[in-house]
């Protein structure tokens, strides 16, 4: 599937086409209370300062004691990538000055990572899939907030963040286009979800990417990336990765050479711009902590673990194939959030899961996108959906009326049956009021009935009109039937 993927993704310049390499470094904030170190809550939204002891704010002399929580976070996450877990890790001081770290350093994971090697599968918007290797993924502390546009004279300095928890996860340089890279993300976000381990909310800066770019001649060595910095959302990552790549086919084409270089994408504009070079890339002087011991994990707590792992997306979308004989497109739709998946199980039961899945990803689920929301705040319940298809499945209403009936069902409390009720939607099964319909149709239309007789398949003009006399209550069925006995066809 990658070949062919490959093929598609590549970008035609002046001298001829060119492949996009992408690896990403994706920055997720532990879904704690507490940091990393400190003990100190976590919170958006405190005021500044507000979430800072002692030993976030460097004070000297505070020794730092990891979360256990935390710990056991990382190793969901890692078993949730199918990823090694090692059993000890070190933690470095990666040394560097900036107002918003004022112990001078961050403590960070750098030779001995908490998670080694995994692998995730990634689908894309058309439902073919391909694989992303995962390097490792490390725990580390976040640094505060300098915040240098409130007072043209003055940097402020928010410690909050300081020594919040984040897993650093790298992947390999496996994605091909701008578009597989943010769908990377988002399988990444839905396996965090999944586990509980980060919110993935990136709009709350609780999940950020640092996305490395860079493009060769198809088959050739790889290029020289640039590493983007702190990209925040899925539409940045896509239009930071598509500048950034034309970017490097021009100089590339002009006879240039790429400068390793780290970048940083400007949301105004949409491009990006150095932010500094290789050359004076630091010298982080990474060192093991000394206040921390190195991290030894039992195999035994590592298998406590894994027996509470929730069942992941992909192993809940073959379980809705096989169970509910839902196409692959349904069923990778509806894990992407496990509420989802929840959702039509709910409305599922004793019903037709076709229906309950064609009815919850194109009605619900694309009503709810319209306005901005997802299933967890849908007006109508799994249980008010699931007693509509039920009568649909009994012949009550069409699945055209049905249209109707869910806008009532999205506007009120009732439920499916009281609104047939109150608005008069039953399907006429009566023959005898169909019978008369079409009888009255035939009438109106001599020259139509004697062409019909001569060729069946205009019959079909007499089925549309009858059911717009019927206000579309008629059974379709009972119509049809009707019809071709009265045209003896
Ligand atoms: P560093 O530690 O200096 O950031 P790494 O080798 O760990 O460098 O790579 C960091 C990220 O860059 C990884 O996500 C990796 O997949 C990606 N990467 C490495 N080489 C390339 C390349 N030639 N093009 C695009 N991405 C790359
Ligand atoms: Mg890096």
Same mark, same amino acid.
Request: hydrophobic share 40%.
């Given at each position: 599937?990658?070949?062919?993927?490959?093929?598609?993704?590549?970008?035609?310049?002046?001298?001829?086409?060119?492949?996009?390499?992408?690896?990403?470094?994706?920055?997720?904030?532990?879904?704690?209370?507490?940091?990393?170190?400190?003990?100190?809550?976590?919170?958006?939204?405190?005021?500044?300062?507000?979430?800072?002891?002692?030993?976030?704010?460097?004070?000297?002399?505070?020794?730092?004691?990891?979360?256990?929580?935390?710990?056991?976070?990382?190793?969901?996450?890692?078993?949730?990538?199918?990823?090694?877990?090692?059993?000890?890790?070190?933690?470095?001081?990666?040394?560097?000055?900036?107002?918003?770290?004022?112990?001078?350093?961050?403590?960070?994971?750098?030779?001995?990572?908490?998670?080694?090697?995994?692998?995730?599968?990634?689908?894309?918007?058309?439902?073919?899939?391909?694989?992303?290797?995962?390097?490792?993924?490390?725990?580390?502390?976040?640094?505060?907030?300098?915040?240098?546009?409130?007072?043209?004279?003055?940097?402020?300095?928010?410690?909050?963040?300081?020594?919040?928890?984040?897993?650093?996860?790298?992947?390999?340089?496996?994605?091909?286009?701008?578009?597989?890279?943010?769908?990377?993300?988002?399988?990444?976000?839905?396996?965090?979800?999944?586990?509980?381990?980060?919110?993935?909310?990136?709009?709350?800066?609780?999940?950020?990417?640092?996305?490395?770019?860079?493009?060769?001649?198809?088959?050739?060595?790889?290029?020289?990336?640039?590493?983007?910095?702190?990209?925040?959302?899925?539409?940045?990552?896509?239009?930071?990765?598509?500048?950034?790549?034309?970017?490097?086919?021009?100089?590339?084409? #002009?006879?240039?050479? +790429?400068?390793? *270089?780290?970048?940083?994408?400007? !949301? %105004?504009?949409? $491009?990006?711009? /150095?932010?500094? @070079?290789?050359?004076?890339?630091?010298?982080?002087?990474?060192?093991?902590?000394?206040?921390?011991?190195?991290?030894?994990?039992?195999?035994?707590?590592?298998?406590?673990?894994?027996?509470?792992?929730?069942?992941?997306?992909?192993?809940?979308?073959?379980?809705?194939?096989?169970?509910?004989?839902?196409?692959?497109?349904?069923?990778?739709?509806?894990?992407?959030?496990?509420?989802?998946?929840?959702?039509?199980?709910?409305?599922?039961?004793?019903?037709?899961?076709?229906?309950?899945?064609?009815?919850?990803?194109?009605?619900?689920?694309?009503?709810?996108?319209?306005?901005?929301?997802?299933? #967890?705040?849908?007006? +109508?319940?799994? *249980?008010?959906?699931?007693?509509? !298809? %039920?009568?649909? $499945?009994?012949? /009550?209403?069409? @699945?055209?009326?049905?249209?109707?009936?869910?806008?009532?069902?999205?506007?009120?409390?009732?439920?499916?049956?009281?609104?047939?009720?109150?608005?008069?939607?039953?399907?006429?099964?009566?023959?005898?009021?169909?019978?008369?319909?079409?009888?009255?149709?035939?009438?109106?239309?001599?020259?139509?009935?004697?062409?019909?007789?001569?060729?069946?398949?205009?019959?079909?003009?007499?089925?549309?009109?009858?059911?717009?006399?019927?206000?579309?209550?008629?059974?379709?069925?009972?119509?049809?039937?009707?019809?071709?006995?009265?045209?003896?066809?």
């Amino acid at each position: 599937m990658n070949t062919t993927a490959e093929k598609s993704n590549l970008i035609t310049g002046n001298t001829g086409e060119w492949e996009v390499v992408i690896g990403l470094e994706v920055h997720a904030q532990v879904a704690s209370n507490a940091k990393l170190f400190s003990g100190a809550p976590v919170g958006f939204g405190a005021g500044p300062n507000e979430n800072v002891s002692f030993i976030d704010a460097g004070m000297p002399g505070m020794l730092p004691v990891i979360n256990k929580f935390c710990v056991e976070q990382a190793v969901r996450t890692g078993l949730g990538l199918n990823a090694q877990i090692h059993t000890r890790s070190t933690f470095d001081r990666k040394n560097y000055f900036y107002p918003d770290l004022p112990q001078g350093y961050q403590i960070s994971q750098f030779k001995n990572p908490i998670v080694g090697e995994g692998e995730i599968e990634v689908e894309r918007e058309d439902g073919s899939s391909f694989k992303v290797g995962i390097e490792r993924l490390h725990l580390e502390q976040d640094a505060g907030k300098s915040i240098h546009d409130m007072d043209p004279n003055a940097t402020y300095v928010d410690l909050n963040r300081s020594g919040v928890a984040l897993m650093e996860i790298v992947s390999r340089p496996d994605m091909r286009s701008a578009l597989d890279a943010a769908a990377f993300v988002k399988k990444l976000r839905t396996i965090v979800r999944y586990l509980g381990t980060c919110d993935g909310d990136m709009e709350k800066g609780n999940m950020r990417a640092d996305v490395n770019v860079s493009v060769r001649k198809p088959g050739g060595p790889l290029g020289t990336r640039c590493e983007i910095k702190n990209v925040n959302s899925m539409s940045y990552i896509v239009k930071a990765i598509e500048y950034e790549a034309r970017r490097q086919i021009e100089i590339l084409e #002009d006879g240039g050479q +790429i400068d390793q *270089e780290t970048r940083l994408f400007n !949301v %105004a504009s949409g $491009e990006t711009r /150095t932010m500094r @070079s290789k050359e004076d890339a630091h010298d982080y002087r990474y060192f093991p902590d000394p206040d921390l011991l190195p991290l030894e994990l039992e195999q035994a707590w590592i298998e406590e673990i894994r027996k509470t792992l929730p069942e992941l997306p992909d192993a809940k979308k073959a379980r809705l194939m096989a169970d509910y004989g839902l196409s692959a497109y349904d069923a990778g739709v509806l894990v992407t959030k496990g509420a989802r998946a929840d959702y039509f199980e709910a409305a599922a039961k004793g019903r037709d899961a076709k229906l309950i899945a064609n009815w919850t990803i194109n009605d619900l689920l694309g009503r709810l996108a319209k306005e901005g929301h997802d299933i #967890d705040d849908s007006p +109508i319940s799994a *249980e008010r959906l699931a007693g509509m !298809v %039920a009568l649909i $499945e009994d012949g /009550t209403i069409s @699945s055209k009326i049905a249209k109707e009936v869910f806008e009532h069902l999205w506007a009120s409390e009732n439920t499916a049956a009281e609104i047939v009720e109150k608005h008069g939607l039953k399907q006429v099964t009566d023959t005898g009021a169909i019978e008369k319909a079409v009888d009255e149709v035939m009438a109106a239309n001599p020259d139509k009935v004697e062409q019909a007789k001569a060729k069946p398949q205009l019959a079909g003009w007499f089925v549309g009109q009858v059911m717009k006399a019927t206000g579309g209550k008629a059974n379709p069925k009972a119509v049809n039937d009707i019809i071709q006995k009265k045209l003896g066809v």
